[in-house]
T-cell receptor
Framework: SQQGEEDPQALSIQEGENATMNCSYK?????LQWYRQNSGRGLVHLIL?????REKHSGRLRVTLDTSKKSSSLLITASRAADTASYFC????????????FGTGTRLLVSP | DTAVSQTPKYLVTQMGNDKSIKCEQN?????MYWYKQDSKKFLKIMFS???????INETVPNRFSPKSPDKAHLNLHINSLELGDSAVYFC?????????????FGPGTRLTVL
């Protein structure tokens, strides 16, 4: 399977703490995206990082990419209860069709 | 003002039946996708259409047949349903033709095969 791996599988923190999720993938990529899925809902795009970028920020989100290690991390700073969700990384090899390969996901629980 | 909508939201049916799931997007996107998310939350692409033409067809049983009557709609028909087809099926559409596009997902259809 080409599916990426994410760790941890589950993460439980208190509001205000930072949450870090890691993603490893198997093939060369054009870009890597992170999506959030609230329980019982569809996925929502959070941030995209290109293969020639090493770090990207968006609000409380910080994404890093290390193509030599085929890994990425998502950091959520000052977490809120509303951040409780599953987070997925998704890679695109750049064929033009945007055939995303999703990771296994990290379930984040932020307690008030 | 739902961007990507799916019907039905829940579908419970018996093995061997044939069922369809409908997807519509009002975003004006040219590319649409079907994904399957299993009970372990693994999400895998099944099909993609660009302007009514099939462009991605993963290793999916022939019992699954997508149909795109126009670029705003992508339906999924499943014949002879099996227990293993139980999953949540997501439709998505894509903003453009760039590799840095965002995909917009529908709310999902939870299919339960008894």
């Amino acid at each position: 399977s080409q599916q990426g791996e994410e760790d941890p599988q589950a993460l439980s923190i208190q509001e205000g703490e930072n949450a870090t999720m890691n993603c490893s993938y198997k093939t060369s990529i054009n870009n890597l995206q992170w999506y959030r899925q609230n329980s019982g809902r569809g996925l929502v795009h959070l941030i995209l990082i290109r293969s020639n970028e090493r770090e990207k920020h968006s609000g409380r989100l910080r994404v890093t990419l290390d193509t030599s290690k085929k890994s990425s991390s998502l950091l959520i700073t000052a977490s809120r209860a509303a951040d409780t969700a599953s987070y997925f990384c998704a890679t695109d090899e750049g064929t033009g069709f945007q055939k995303l390969v999703f990771g296994t996901g990290t379930r984040l629980l932020v307690s008030p | 003002d739902t961007a990507v909508s799916q019907t039905p939201k829940y579908l419970v049916t018996q093995m061997g039946n044939d069922k369809s799931i409908k997807c519509e997007q009002n975003l004006g996107h040219d590319t649409m996708y079907w994904y399957k998310q299993d009970s372990k939350k693994f999400l895998k692409i099944m099909f993609s259409y660009n302007n009514k033409e099939l462009i991605i067809n993963e290793t999916v049983p022939n019992r699954f047949s997508p149909k795109s009557p126009d670029k705003a709609h992508l339906n999924l028909h499943i014949n002879s349903l099996e227990l293993g087809d139980s999953a949540v099926y997501f439709c998505a559409s894509r903003t453009g033709t760039s590799s840095t596009d965002t995909q917009y997902f529908g709310p999902g259809t939870r299919l339960t095969v008894l």
